[in-house]
Nanobody, 116 residues
């Protein structure tokens, strides 16, 4: 079955960096765009970044220039490099794959906390 497993979260001070990983299995990874979302306490889930099968990337405005999404099809893994982290980046970060208009799968999430 489809499985997405995030890792790499943790606690970091403002201005710090983290790299999140999402290991995928159960589907042909290279055939699908991949997404990172996040959900802060008391807020809805928001799109952070996406990467197409060809490697084209898109970012939410507040992440542009600070976050970088990438993928390694040989390892079935998508990454999110986060730099210049701010307290408002504190959230649970989720990996997502969309198979169709109404079909997709989420990982379990990884907590990122940015605090001094």
């Amino acid at each position: 079955q489809v499985q997405l497993v995030e890792s790499g979260g943790g606690s970091v001070r403002p201005g710090g960096s983290l790299r999140l990983s999402c290991a995928a299995s159960g589907f042909t990874f290279s055939n699908y765009a991949m997404y990172w979302y996040r959900q802060a306490p008391g807020k809805g889930r928001e799109l952070v970044a996406s990467i197409s099968t060809a490697g084209s990337t898109n970012y939410a405005d507040s992440m542009k220039g600070r976050f970088t999404i990438s993928r390694d099809n040989a390892k079935n893994t998508v990454y999110l490099q986060m730099t210049s982290l701010k307290p408002e980046d504190t959230a649970v970060y989720y990996c997502y794959v969309r198979f169709g208009i109404l079909s997709g799968s989420w990982g379990q999430g990884t907590q990122v906390t940015v605090s001094s």
